[in-house]
């Protein structure tokens, strides 16, 4: 059934995609979108301030008219992942906390989770207080920033009919002996026209360079996204390649919130910067990919 439903999402929304234009005015703090200019500025900003990612071309017949042909994703390689999420994570429904409400009622849950307890605890990071170390404009965001994670923020749970099925989220045997195996990662970023909203893949490794297996992958995500809101796809640049991601149907309802907090809080937030909290809350989603550390910018 959730097979049958994933194939009739994606035939849908490859269809509306083929026939709807390409989003042109920009709708970014009213509803955390952002247009393919928009989001190219926000990959240039991201490459500038943290040199581990790179823009990728893809193949010439995958090519998106709607973006620059040499600017149709963005992709950082061999991000370490030396534990699985569910190391640091320790979920418990029954000691959620609202901790801040807004003037509509809305507000983040501190959960409870130990990999989270920081963001209880810490004020939103004022992305212009810190200068990059290369030489970067101040406005450059620390690495070490506490960005508020996407289970925090009060947004409402639906059954995403593209999301990997409940029974399909499986446990690998762990090895017996006590040697620490690392994996690691290729991270990409894709526009998803659909949703106009960043769309964030993983293609998982493990210690001998061998494509990591489905259920692997989902290791090292937090288990409430594995089973909810990853999908595998083929990647839409490049058709050799299938990977898990995060489907992006929250994206925008999270960025928005983000931003609005932050500016309630009396600080600035530009659409530059938009890929840079993206990652910082897609952290919650991978807690243990070690992406963040790569930046250059300094505290």
Same mark, same amino acid.
């Given at each position: 059934?959730?097979?049958?439903?994933?194939?009739?999402?994606?035939?849908?929304?490859?269809?509306?995609?083929?026939?709807?234009?390409?989003?042109?005015?920009?709708?970014?703090?009213?509803?955390?979108?952002?247009?393919?200019? /928009?989001?190219? !500025?926000?990959?240039?900003?991201?490459?500038?301030?943290?040199? &581990?990612?790179?823009?990728? !071309?893809?193949?010439?017949?995958?090519?998106?008219?709607?973006?620059?042909?040499?600017?149709?994703?963005?992709?950082? *390689?061999?991000?370490?992942?030396?534990?699985?999420?569910?190391?640091?994570?320790?979920?418990?429904?029954?000691?959620?906390?609202?901790?801040?409400?807004? !003037? /509509?009622?809305?507000?983040?849950?501190?959960?409870?989770?130990?990999?989270?307890?920081?963001?209880?605890?810490?004020?939103?990071?004022?992305?212009? &207080?810190? !200068?990059?170390?290369?030489?970067?404009?101040?406005?450059?965001?620390?690495?070490?920033?506490?960005?508020?994670?996407?289970?925090?923020?009060?947004?409402?749970?639906?059954?995403?009919?593209?999301?990997?099925?409940?029974?399909?989220?499986?446990?690998?045997? /762990?090895?017996?002996?006590?040697?620490? *195996?690392?994996?690691?990662?290729?991270?990409?970023?894709?526009?998803?026209?659909?949703?106009?909203?960043?769309?964030?893949?993983?293609?998982?490794?493990?210690?001998?360079?061998?494509?990591?297996?489905?259920?692997?992958?989902?290791?090292?995500? &937090?288990?409430?996204?594995?089973?909810?809101?990853?999908?595998? /796809?083929?990647?839409?640049?490049?058709?050799?390649?299938?990977?898990?991601?995060?489907?992006?149907?929250?994206?925008?309802?999270?960025?928005?919130?983000?931003?609005?907090?932050?500016?309630?809080?009396?600080?600035?937030?530009?659409?530059?910067?938009?890929?840079?909290?993206?990652?910082?809350?897609?952290?919650?989603?991978?807690?243990?990919?070690?992406?963040?550390?790569?930046?250059?910018?300094?505290?």
């Amino acid at each position: 059934m959730y097979a049958i439903r994933n194939n009739i999402h994606k035939v849908y929304k490859g269809a509306a995609e083929a026939v709807l234009p390409a989003r042109s005015k920009s709708r970014f703090t009213e509803e955390g979108v952002l247009t393919p200019e /928009e989001f190219v !500025a926000a990959g240039d900003y991201l490459v500038r301030i943290c040199p &581990s990612w790179s823009w990728g !071309a893809g193949q010439s017949s995958k090519a998106q008219g709607h973006l620059p042909k040499n600017k149709q994703f963005l992709i950082t *390689r061999n991000a370490p992942c030396h534990r699985r999420a569910e190391e640091v994570e320790g979920y418990d429904e029954a000691a959620e906390e609202l901790i801040e409400t807004d !003037a /509509e009622g809305d507000g983040w849950v501190s959960t409870g989770q130990a990999s989270h307890q920081s963001t209880a605890n810490t004020s939103i990071p004022d992305l212009d &207080s810190h !200068a990059n170390q290369a030489g970067v404009s101040a406005d450059a965001v620390d690495a070490d920033d506490d960005i508020p994670d996407i289970d925090d923020l009060a947004i409402e749970d639906e059954d995403d009919e593209a999301a990997v099925p409940r029974n399909g989220y499986l446990r690998a045997e /762990e090895p017996e002996d006590h040697i620490v *195996r690392i994996r690691t990662y290729d991270l990409l970023i894709s526009y998803d026209k659909y949703y106009s909203v960043p769309k964030f893949w993983l293609v998982g490794y493990d210690e001998s360079k061998q494509p990591l297996p489905t259920k692997q992958v989902l290791e090292d995500v &937090s288990q409430e996204h594995a089973r909810k809101t990853v999908t595998v /796809e083929t990647f839409p640049h490049d058709t050799a390649i299938t990977a898990a991601a995060i489907h992006p149907c929250k994206h925008a309802v999270t960025m928005k919130k983000l931003s609005g907090m932050m500016e309630a809080g009396g600080k600035t937030f530009s659409v530059d910067q938009y890929l840079v909290l993206f990652l910082k809350f897609i952290a919650s989603v991978v807690p243990t990919i070690q992406y963040d550390h790569t930046m250059s910018a300094g505290a």
